[in-house]
């Protein structure tokens, strides 16, 4: 019974004891926690952005997170000039293409998990309605965006 004792008593030791914290090694993994990802401001299209590594402004590969905020947010019809992959992390992220603005009857929604192709130099427009949209979006920079202006008749 002694054993016994010392044992349950190891166990619940090692239970109550907080975990001891590990130091990754930053030549092998760096990381950001939630709290500490830097958004941008909110657009007055109303989206924010985060660049999580590379320049979109610049050529070459680069990774951001984009939210829009509920509440009927919506880009205008425009272009990038590369492909745009892109993965809905959280929220419905509505998504139109073409010319034609209108996200009450054009759009399609892209709940949570949804993964989405912009393709170089095609019209698209897209945004949130009534909830929050966070998306992980990947591509080869520069990543502008082009308004779609049409042709004069």
Known sequence: MNHFAKLLAAVLLSVALPAQAVELDPKAVVYQLPDQIKWGPVTPAGNQ????????????LYGVLNRWVKGDHFSK????????????ISGTWWVGSGPNFDPANGSV?????????????QVHWDGAKDTDAVLLIVGDGPATSTPFVPAPK
């Not at 985060?50 to 610049?58: I, T």
């Open 109 to 121: 929604a892209m709940p949570a998990g949804s993964f989405v192709t912009h393709y170089g130099k």
């Open 77 to 88: 019809p425009h272009f990038h000039p590369n492909d745009r992959f892109i993965t809905v």
């Open 49 to 60: 952005q985060a660049v999580l590594f590379g320049d979109p402004s610049k050529p070459g």
